[in-house]
């Protein structure tokens, strides 16, 4: 799987210990930044993620940020976005089998590394369950296309 990645200064070594984990794991991660702990701004990011994973160039995306609070804003302005942002291991399991989420948002200030994994792995291997749930993520679908014809 192709997994673009993107954090702020916050969580940039929490995305450097994910990518490893994640090219380890066989899969292709593109590094979306920071490149560094220097402030850096969050929605740079949020949207580079986002272009990829809307655009296709990426299956999912991953970003991380001190609370995570708006690295979700950003992304969810990118169209084709459902990027949701997540604090329980509940949360992850049904942001993909309910929402469909395409972007993970993980606050970097409240995890470690191994929690951080496993909730990654968990989203990467939960499945959209459709059903009741299609015609929901069908309407966020259907707005985000009006908005783009005007």
């Known amino acids: 799987m192709r997994i673009a990645l993107g954090t702020d200064h916050r969580g940039?070594?929490?995305?450097?210990?994910?990518?490893?984990y994640l090219r380890e794991e066989g899969h292709e991660v593109l590094d979306m930044g920071t490149g560094g702990e220097e402030p850096a701004d969050y929605p740079l990011y949020a949207f580079s993620v986002g272009e990829k994973?809307?655009?296709?160039?990426?299956?999912r995306g991953i970003l991380i940020?001190?609370?995570g609070i708006g690295m979700s804003i950003a992304a969810n302005k990118v169209s084709g976005v459902r990027a949701a942002l997540v604090y329980d291991e509940e949360a992850v399991r049904l942001s993909r089998e309910h929402?469909?989420?395409n972007v993970l948002v993980?606050?970097?200030?409240?995890?470690s590394d191994k929690k951080a994994i496993a909730w990654v792995d968990q989203w990467l291997a939960a499945a959209f369950e459709g059903e009741r749930h299609?015609?929901?993520v069908g309407l966020i679908d259907d707005y985000d296309r009006s908005r783009e014809n005007g």
């Open 134 to 136: 299609l015609r929901r």
């Open 99 to 101: 929402n469909d989420a």
């Open 65 to 67: 940020c001190g609370t």
């Open 53 to 59: 994973v809307a655009a296709g160039v990426a299956d």
């Open 12 to 20: 940039y070594a929490l995305k450097e210990h994910l990518a490893r």
């Open 106 to 111: 993980l606050p970097g200030n409240w995890l």
